[in-house]
């Protein structure tokens, strides 16, 4: 079993930065692709960025391309989405995820994804 817990979501102005954070507990995730997705209100859930086991290969949804940056702290066990120039489209309740496959992929449907964060709420105001 793998725990993700999400941290760092919040309510902040348009054209502010955010950072979040994906603590991972249990079974080591240094090995898979990692990716955080979102659920804006009343919407399904979507990806928006991910990152494979060694930061060697990136994906970014459109929507947050050049504003958003993922990465990942092995040592840790962490994985963090800086996120900057928000905009009230970025409200969202935000998930971490990890892909239980060996591959260099990163893939954007959230079924590939394997264990799920509980999320965090992230509130843009304009």
């Known amino acids: 079993q793998v725990q993700l817990v999400e941290s760092g979501g919040g309510l902040v102005q348009a054209g502010d930065s955010l950072t979040l954070s994906c603590a991972a507990s249990?079974?080591?995730?240094?090995?898979?692709?990692m990716a955080w997705f979102r659920q804006p209100p009343g919407k399904e859930r979507e990806f928006v960025a991910g990152?494979?086991?060694?930061?060697?290969?990136?994906n970014y949804a459109d929507a947050v391309r050049g504003r958003f940056t993922i990465s990942r702290d092995h040592a840790e066990s962490m994985m963090y989405l800086q996120m900057n120039s928000l905009t009230p489209e970025d409200t969202a309740v935000y998930y971490c995820?990890?892909?239980?496959?060996?591959?260099?992929?990163?893939?954007?449907?959230?079924?590939?994804?394997?264990?799920w964060g509980q999320g965090t709420q992230v509130t843009v105001s304009s």
């Open positions: 995820t990890v892909r239980w496959k060996l591959t260099v992929a990163v893939p954007i449907q959230a079924d590939e994804y394997y264990y």
């Open positions: 249990g079974r080591p995730v240094s090995t898979f692709t």
């Open positions: 990152i494979t086991w060694n930061g060697g290969q990136t």
